[in-house]
């Protein structure tokens, strides 16, 4: 009899493994093709381990205290690499999709771990839904939001004006003309771009940090 809890135990957990790795690896893969910090294999990862914690859990505390305890200090684990996939510089922040998403795979796995696998599979469907199709409305709205013209001062160089082009052109805006002039001792660059502004702001940064940009402004 015991023989067989214990190989019921195990085909549930395998069971409860082996979805995990289903769920979070579809999520992970759509957050890997779109170049995201957290990945693939992250999102599998923390699945599995949630599963693995709350089902072990489940198993050994017997009715004898609280098994959501393990699920509070999941939620409180999961933030802490949430919180490592945010980035924020000069103004900009990035990354937040990323630590949301990682924060609803922790919950995927715990409600596989407990046993709730259509609301597991259900809860996946729906951030499938929410990353995919939502992101391209996002884009589509973003591109029409803003207009601004980026000034661009750097010391001259033979490829500089074809370096920054590329890194606009590579930020996700819509590239409407671009102009160029010598002023003194610098190159003048006019990018007029259209965009949303926290994609504005992601170029701004960029920008800045590339070695031959002194300086970089903006108007609309």
């Known amino acids: 009899m015991l023989r067989q809890i214990v190989d019921i135990f195990k085909l549930e957990l395998m069971l409860q493994l082996g979805l995990a790795s289903l769920l979070g690896g579809a999520i992970g893969l759509e957050r890997e093709l779109g170049g995201k910090p957290a990945g693939l294999r992250t999102n599998i990862l923390i699945c599995i381990g949630s599963v693995l914690y709350t089902h072990l859990s489940i198993a050994m505390v017997g009715g004898a205290t609280d098994p959501t305890r393990v699920a509070g200090q999941i939620v409180t684990g999961v933030g802490f690499i949430g919180a490592g996939t945010i980035l924020h510089a000069r103004g900009a ?128």
């Not at 924060?103 to 796995?109: L, M």
């Not at 715990?110 to 995919?132: N, P």
């Not at 601004?148 to 920054?164: C, F, K, Q, W, Y």
Request: charged letters at 20%.
């Open 93 to 220: 922040v990035v990354g937040l999709t990323s630590a949301a998403t990682i924060w609803v795979v922790a919950a995927i796995g715990v409600a596989l771990g407990s046993g709730f696998y259509l609301e597991g599979i259900g809860t996946t469907l729906v951030v499938l839904a929410v990353l995919a199709g939502l992101g391209r409305a996002e884009k589509l709205v973003q591109r029409q939001s803003m207009r601004s013209m980026i000034n661009v001062h750097a010391r001259p160089g033979p490829t500089v004006l074809e370096d920054l082009e590329t890194l606009v052109r590579r930020a996700g805006v819509d590239v409407i003309g671009v102009a160029s002039r010598q002023e003194n001792v610098d190159l003048v660059i006019e990018f007029d771009t259209r965009g949303s502004k926290r994609l504005h702001d992601q170029l701004m940064i960029t920008l800045l940090h590339h070695d031959h940009v002194r300086t970089v402004s903006t108007g609309e």
